[in-house]
């Protein structure tokens, strides 16, 4: 791989802070490339804010906060509606974007971006989503009312790999409830979230209701201090959500933490392959394996192990490696140099550990993409124990790990032995099997025949273990009861 370039301080394409409804450069004296992971090319340079710049932008939003929390729901809900279909205009420049700085393909990007504004439409139903309780005597003459009241200021924490959905699952939400928001996107792909900053001020987003923040720890570490900010929606790798979780426990904040993941799917004797193949291949290899829900562990299970291998490392060779924005190719490169080393270190991992790869990954053949990108081919390992480093922890690349097992018993202990508990799924053609899969797996999203189990925007995405730390989830019903405070009101007049 082509060395990278020596990214200049370059101010003209400086990633811009949004504070008080106002896009302002920051005065710091720490900056960090931003790049196109296809190419290695330095597409921006993202500031780290300086600790007076996450005050002002935290205070911006609390000065904001009154009028926003006084204004109808309905009116709260409209600012989404204008919101979504500015989303809608610029849908194709928003996927564009995403692949730009994440390297994912424009097909997945559009999918991401498809997401996102689902949960904007979710939003438009505040003044239901909002609605409260009441019970008329509950004592004689006496009534009780339940109000969902806002939080204050929230504050909103995203990782690279889905640089548009992730803080669209978190401040639509947060703002049609009443409150007010500072996003800090990851330092790796901020422009995404910058571009629909610049949307939902188009859409009239009163000054300081949105605000924006860049940099890596010391810029969380502020947030989630600042005795303004309320509460704290993460999402991010395993270690971090723990981290952010007790942190802002410790300083007395509601907090939800989603984590990282290693996802099992299962495959039974009697599973369609032609079905299966395809839906493994795309959760294992999409987006370079850099999602929460990529199934990284196939469990075989019985005298399926065999043709499911050969069919799944033929189906890799066919994958096309390359830039984004090809719609020829069907794998991006991954996020930076040092995700292709994790990766190629996991592949020697597993080799000494005795696990056979049967796809190897480093000598993949159809790899299109141009030099400079970081670019590294899809592999698979059979023969993997459960206790392996490539069966236990998260690679967040393309690596495919199989175990094989003699039943759908020792298949689910197989799955519920990972400390991760985000997604799980099963192929199969028995409901039976599937029931036993459904009520016996430790894990918060599930999918039958299904191999990305995303739920949709009006229900929780909700990972179990080591994945969630909290107990509110992100998007639906939970997300609502997250950003929001009930108060309960007992009257006799
Ligand atoms: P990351 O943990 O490195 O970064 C996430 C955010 O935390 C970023 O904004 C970053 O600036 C900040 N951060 C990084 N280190 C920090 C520290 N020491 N202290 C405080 N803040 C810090 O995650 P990533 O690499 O950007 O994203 C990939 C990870 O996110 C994977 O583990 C993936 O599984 C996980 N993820 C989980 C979900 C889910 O729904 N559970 C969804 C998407 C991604």
Known sequence: MAALRVPTPDRTRAVPLLVAGEWRNSDTQRWEPVYNPATG?????V???TQEEVAAAVQAAARAYPSWRATPPIERARLMFRYKELLERHFEELALLVTRENGKTLADARAEVRRGIEVVEFATGAPTLLLGEMAEDVARGIDSELVRAPLGVVAGICPFNFPAMIPLWMFPLALVCGNTFVLKPSERTPLSAVRLGELLLEAGVPEG?????HGGKETVDALVAHPDVKAVSFVGS?????YVYAEAARHGKRVQALGGAKNHLIVMPDADLERTVPA???SAFGAAGQRCLAGSVVVAVGDVADTLVDALSAAAAEIVVGEGTDP???MGPVIRPEARQRVLGYLERGQEAGASLVYDGRRHGRLKGPDGGFWVGPSIFDHVRPDMAVACDEIFGPVLSVIRVGDLNAAIEVANRSRYGNAACIFTRSGRAAREFRYRIE???LGVNIGVAAPMAWFPFSGWKQSFYGDLHATGKDAVRFYTQVKMVISRW
């Open 41 to 45: 090319e330095v597409i921006a340079q």
């Open 47 to 49: 500031p780290h804010a």
């Open 209 to 213: 209701v949105f605000n924006i923040v």
């Open 238 to 242: 395993q270690p971090v959500a723990k």
């Open 280 to 282: 493994i291949i795309s």
């Open 328 to 330: 020829e190719v069907d």
């Open 443 to 445: 894990a918060g999203m």
